[in-house]
Nanobody, 119 residues
Framework: QVQLVESGGGLVQPGGSLRLSCAAS????????MGWYRQAPGKERELVAR???????NYADSVKGRFTISRGSAKITVYLQMNSLKPEDTAVYYC?????????????WGKGTPVTVSS
């Protein structure tokens, strides 16, 4: 199977920056899309950003111009650079990916890393 491990969350003041990292491991033969989702207290999980194996990206309107998603050279690591953070960005951020394992593609999730934006 595939394990996704996130890191980089924490407490930051409004206007600050954080960089989230997610590394995949396991018997992966192919990597498709990877991305970041977030879930704030009392709200549904929502897409933040995703990147395809070809490098195409898309972002939630609420983070466009502030967040940047990228992948490592091995394409099993994904990053989320978050700038100009706002209190409404406070949430648990989850890494997500579609990976080929044992001849089929499935979606996998990390356990999440909390981000708190507060003064």
């Amino acid at each position: 199977q595939v394990q996704l491990v996130e890191s980089g969350g924490g407490l930051v003041q409004p206007g600050g920056s954080l960089r989230l990292s997610c590394a995949a491991s396991g018997s992966i033969f192919s990597v498709n899309t990877m991305g970041w989702y977030r879930q704030a207290p009392g709200k549904e999980r929502e897409l933040v950003a995703r990147i395809t194996s070809g490098g195409s990206t898309n972002y939630a309107d609420s983070v466009k111009g502030r967040f940047t998603i990228s992948r490592g050279s091995a394409k099993i690591t994904v990053y989320l650079q978050m700038n100009s953070l706002k209190p409404e960005d406070t949430a648990v951020y989850y890494c997500n990916g579609i990976f080929g394992v044992a001849g089929k593609y499935d979606m996998y999730w990390g356990k999440g890393t909390p981000v708190t934006v507060s003064s």
